[in-house]
T-cell receptor, first 113, second 114 residues
């Protein structure tokens, strides 16, 4: 049973519009969340993170929102660019075991010029 | 500064053969990890090493062994490969164990077991 879920395997967005990638988790003990981006034939690269004590974290065009009561987080990309086309992984970890990061299955984002 | 490097990039094995996947990092990180990525499954942790001289099991350790050779190098060994081990394998490192910080990943090794 997946503890971190990304229910949309793929998403297509027009260039310049907002991309919203969603992630749900089942373990209420998770206290740190990360988003990674992966291009084909490359390893994932870290994008942005958020601690459970916050509900929003922003870094340039990327913003992550955390709704603890709903066990839901989302990644907003504004404006979307063709170079953002990649697979995005949501990940979560426990304070008691930061090394054991649980990854979701990923969402493939296509930004159409 | 190469970051995290992995060898080989591609490998085809027959069932029952053995092989070692090599990983090295030049960022002076303390923690290192091995993941496998399968379609629809995300990345799953096989083994990790929080510091030189220590290793621990992750989510899917069966059929694998690891060695933390020194601070830079962390190898993954398949003693008797099985078709279920066909996957893409990623090595990663992290600056500090026990704290919030991100992992840095290598480019991956694509392994096929026939």
């Amino acid at each position: 049973d997946q503890q971190v879920k990304q229910n949309s395997p793929s998403l297509s967005v027009q260039e310049g519009r907002i991309s919203i990638l969603n992630c749900d988790y089942t373990n209420s003990m998770f206290d740190y969340f990360l988003w990674y981006k992966k291009y084909p034939a490359e390893g994932p690269t870290f994008l942005i993170s958020i601690s459970s004590i916050k509900d929003k974290n922003e870094d340039g065009r990327f913003t992550v929102f955390l709704n603890k009561s709903a066990k839901h987080l989302s990644l907003h990309i504004v404006p979307s660019q063709p170079g953002d086309s990649a697979v995005y992984f949501c990940a979560a970890s426990l304070k008691t075991s930061y090394d054991k990061v649980i990854f979701g299955p990923g969402t493939s984002l296509s930004v159409i010029p | 500064n190469a970051g995290v490097t992995q060898t080989p990039k591609f490998q085809v094995l027959k069932t029952g053969q053995s092989m070692t996947l090599q990983c090295a990092q030049d960022m002076n990180h303390n923690s290192m990890y091995w993941y496998r990525q399968d379609p629809g499954m995300g990345l799953r942790l096989i083994y990790y090493s929080a510091s030189e001289g220590t290793t621990d099991k992750g989510e899917v350790p069966n059929g694998y062994n690891v060695s933390r050779l020194n601070k830079r190098e962390f190898s993954l060994r398949l003693e008797s490969a099985a078709p279920s081990q066909t996957s893409v394998y990623f090595c990663a490192s992290r600056r500090l164990a026990g704290e919030y910080n991100e992992q840095f990943f290598g480019p991956g090794t694509r392994l096929t077991v026939l």
